[in-house]
T-cell receptor, first 112, second 113 residues
């Protein structure tokens, strides 16, 4: 069973701090990794994708991938109350042919 | 702008009834997916399609069916609705040969009484 694991949270951080969200996956052959943000009652929204080891930055967001450790993370700098949401990690499994496996999500709460 | 829409947005039905949820995308994506989302389970794949006339079962396909007669639409049918199928249903699509990025519709909240 190919799995994607996330801490369910809630992760509580003060406004302006760095939020660090983590995800591990079991399929060593996975090639594509995604972070989705989901506000309560809304659909998942793609915010970051990463395909190679290292860091990828986009504005206040940085995705980090370590395939050897089967670990992907999302850092949110200067966290804002509007970042409060559930963050879903998604992984494209080997032989998955465009399918994604989702983690259950980490709830982030940014308090003023 | 290209988009993906779902209808209805909310549906209440009774046990045993047949229900069809619509999904329509204007991205011209070949790949389309149906997920259900339940508390504590995250998104679970129900059915998916890689193109017209192609359909495949996901991890939680029992009691559901899909058909793909054109590129734009992938309706999801609950043959005989059960209370265990009360959930939020999301449709998603992605391009073939791309990087697997999936884009989601707004969701349908289904309640089976």
């Amino acid at each position: 069973q190919k799995e994607v694991e996330q801490n369910s949270g809630p992760l509580s951080v003060p406004e302006g701090a760095i939020a660090s969200l983590n995800c591990t996956y079991s399929d060593r052959g996975s090639q594509s990794f995604f972070w989705y943000r989901q506000y309560s009652g809304k659909s998942p929204e793609l915010i970051m994708s990463i395909y190679s080891n290292g860091d990828k930055e986009d504005g206040r967001f940085t995705a980090q991938l370590n395939k050897a450790s089967q670990y992907v993370s999302l850092l949110i700098r200067d966290s804002q109350p509007s970042d409060s949401a559930t963050y879903l990690c998604a992984v494209s499994p080997s032989g998955g042919y465009n399918k994604l496996i989702f983690g259950a999500g980490t709830r982030l709460a940014v308090h003023p | 702008d290209a988009e993906i829409t779902q209808s209805p947005r909310h549906k209440i039905t009774e046990t045993g009834r047949q229900v069809t949820l619509a999904c329509h995308q204007t991205w011209n994506h070949n790949n389309m997916f149906w997920y259900r989302q339940d508390l504590g389970h995250g998104l679970r794949l129900i059915h998916y399609s890689y193109g017209v006339q192609d359909t495949n079962k996901g991890e939680v396909s029992d009691g559901y069916s899909v058909s793909r007669s054109n590129t734009e639409d992938l309706p999801l049918t609950l043959e005989s609705a059960a209370s265990s199928q009360t959930s939020v249903y999301f449709c998603a699509s992605s391009a073939s040969g791309g990087d697997n990025e999936q884009f989601f519709g707004p969701g349908t909240r289904l309640t089976v009484l």
